[in-house]
């Protein structure tokens, strides 16, 4: 039996991180401007740290666009793995080639590409979806901002947001 509405519940969780670093900050502040010596010292380090959970927890809510979508996402020791009601299957995040956000698809989807395999097409709303952000942002030189603009843009194509080497041609300078 539960004393919270299943929606009030999820907003809640979806909003977990933000709400864990408000209250981190509040009791760092209480102990850093109310007390004196190693408690106050630690109420500093409990703001930075707040700081901190905040900045990541702001990251991982633009990234959550809601579930419901079609299938399951599961991320396993870097294998992702998707399972949906029309096509399915899984890639090694050592052996990712290529990110792309396909605007194009509805639902969005995100494409990743491995060499020997077919492209993996997910929903952005598939169910646990959420679980790609700390796989994507392990990814080598991803930029996290940039893939998060991206996915709250109204593209019309297909955007590459991480590549592991470039497979385009190298520009040519007339000088």
Do not use: C
């Not at 492209?119 to 796989?135: E, G, K, M, R, Y």
């Not at 991206?150 to 041609?169: C, D, F, M, N, Y």
């Amino acid at each position: 039996m539960s004393f919270i509405r299943p929606e009030a519940r999820a907003a809640l969780w979806r909003w977990r991180e933000l709400l864990l670093a408000g209250s981190t900050g509040l009791l760092g502040l209480t102990w850093a401007l109310g007390s004196y010596g190693v408690l106050a010292l630690t109420g500093w380090a409990l703001i930075v740290i707040a700081v901190i959970i905040a900045v990541i927890g702001a990251q991982r809510l633009r990234f959550r666009l809601g579930a419901g979508g079609p299938g399951v996402v599961q991320v396993d020791e870097g294998q992702v793995a998707y399972f949906g009601p029309l096509t399915g299957g899984g890639i090694a995040l050592s052996e990712l080639e290529r990110l792309t956000l396909d605007h194009t698809a509805k639902p969005a989807h995100w494409l990743l590409e491995q060499p020997g395999h077919g492209t993996l097409a997910i929903p952005v709303n598939a169910t646990n979806s959420d679980a790609l952000f700390d796989a994507f942002a392990s990814l080598p030189g991803l930029r996290v901002e940039r893939m998060l603009a991206e996915l709250h843009g109204k593209g019309t194509h297909q955007v590459v947001i991480w590549e592991r080497a470039s497979t385009r041609p190298a520009q040519h300078r007339l000088h």
